[in-house]
């Protein structure tokens, strides 16, 4: 006998709730859901007695299992949205996460004019289009050392019609000799290479080159503090993204490296996310 929608997402909430909290797992439901049916939530609620081909289930019941083992679901999706902007996604990015939106938030804050922004490890792009979405005079360039990732972001660019975001293969700072910008900001890689969680839940299927960094998972944020004022403006600004227990370090790290009004911002669950510098041009580089 066939099920109707509202039993079919029951089934899978039940079986999600042994893995996810009870909220995520009926998010996470209906959003396989709506995605084999190529729906919207509204109509997904709307007709929750209609019935579902046996087509369909079988392929929502396989994304589940999938989710079961660990599996995203923005990559079995396609996209994340982030900041307002729907990005696709695959596994050779980092999943944008609601944590980095501090970040922007922090970013949009000193933008303004045609100023020279930099984004380093740009991934999917998100940072960089969401400045560019929300400040559409800076001139924003995004960097990668990931030739995948990079042709994902661009993808992400041309999508969005942001197609002046500057899309450079670069190790860091590597591609970027001579170019200097009013604001340079990063999601770095920043666990521990020893952290449990690397094998644990989504962290399992995302790129370890974007998520660890050393034994104290700090060895990125060393290299783009030290090389940042090369690249910055006199008066222009470094913004990090870190681990919650991190901040002190990166604020004592900037600091040494001459690095004035250092600041940490927090995230959307009161934890230390952000820090950001003020570079004064005084100390040599």
Same mark, same amino acid.
């Given at each position: 006998?066939?099920?109707?929608?509202?039993?079919?997402?029951?089934?899978?909430?039940?079986?999600?709730?042994?893995?996810l909290p009870p909220g995520e797992a009926r998010s996470e439901a209906q !959003?396989?859901?709506?995605?084999?049916?190529?729906?919207?939530?509204?109509?997904?609620?709307?007709?929750?007695?209609?019935?579902?081909? $046996?087509?369909?289930?079988?392929?929502?019941?396989?994304?589940?299992?999938?989710?079961?083992?660990?599996?995203?679901?923005?990559?079995? !999706?396609?996209?994340?949205?982030?900041?307002?902007?729907?990005?696709?996604? +695959?596994?050779?990015?980092?999943?944008?996460?609601?944590? +980095?939106?501090?970040?922007?938030?922090?970013? !949009?804050?000193?933008?303004?004019?045609?100023?020279?922004?930099?984004?380093?490890?740009?991934?999917?792009? $998100?940072?960089?289009? &969401?400045? $560019?979405?929300?400040?559409?005079?800076?001139?924003?360039?995004?960097?990668? $050392?990931?030739?995948? &990732?990079?042709?994902?972001?661009?993808?992400?660019?041309?999508?969005?019609?942001?197609?002046?975001?500057?899309?450079?293969?670069?190790?860091?700072f590597e591609a970027l000799a001579g170019q200097t910008f009013d604001l340079?900001?990063?999601?770095? =890689?920043?666990?521990?290479?020893?952290? =449990?969680? !690397?094998?644990?839940?989504?962290?399992?299927?995302?790129?370890?080159?974007?998520?660890?960094?050393?034994?104290?998972?700090?060895?990125?944020?060393?290299?783009?503090?030290?090389?940042?004022?090369?690249?910055?403006?006199?008066?222009?600004?470094?913004?990090?993204?870190?681990?919650?227990?991190?901040?002190?370090?990166?604020?004592?790290?900037?600091?040494?490296?001459?690095f004035q009004a250092v600041e940490t911002r927090q995230d959307l669950g009161?934890?230390?996310?952000? +820090?950001?510098?003020?570079?004064?041009?005084?100390?040599?580089?």
């Amino acid at each position: 006998m066939p099920l109707t929608l509202q039993q079919l997402l029951m089934t899978a909430r039940q079986q999600l709730a042994q893995v996810l909290p009870p909220g995520e797992a009926r998010s996470e439901a209906q !959003l396989l859901l709506m995605h084999v049916l190529a729906i919207n939530r509204a109509w997904l609620i709307a007709h929750g007695s209609d019935e579902v081909t $046996a087509q369909h289930a079988q392929v929502f019941n396989q994304l589940v299992q999938r989710r079961l083992q660990g599996e995203p679901v923005a990559y079995m !999706l396609g996209y994340r949205e982030f900041f307002g902007l729907r990005l696709k996604v +695959t596994p050779d990015t980092l999943i944008p996460r609601p944590d +980095t939106e501090t970040l922007v938030e922090a970013a !949009l804050q000193k933008i303004s004019g045609a100023m020279r922004v930099l984004d380093l490890g740009t991934g999917t792009g $998100a940072i960089a289009l &969401a400045m $560019a979405q929300h400040a559409p005079q800076a001139q924003v360039t995004a960097v990668d $050392a990931s030739v995948k &990732a990079l042709a994902v972001a661009r993808e992400n660019a041309q999508s969005l019609q942001l197609g002046s975001v500057r899309c450079v293969h670069s190790d860091w700072f590597e591609a970027l000799a001579g170019q200097t910008f009013d604001l340079i900001v990063s999601n770095p =890689p920043y666990i521990e290479d020893s952290d =449990p969680h !690397l094998a644990q839940g989504d962290l399992r299927f995302e790129p370890y080159s974007a998520l660890a960094s050393g034994a104290d998972g700090l060895q990125d944020i060393d290299r783009i503090i030290a090389s940042a004022p090369t690249y910055l403006h006199t008066k222009g600004w470094l913004m990090l993204e870190h681990g919650y227990n991190q901040a002190e370090a990166v604020q004592q790290r900037l600091a040494m490296h001459g690095f004035q009004a250092v600041e940490t911002r927090q995230d959307l669950g009161g934890n230390p996310r952000v +820090t950001l510098g003020q570079w004064d041009g005084s100390k040599p580089v």
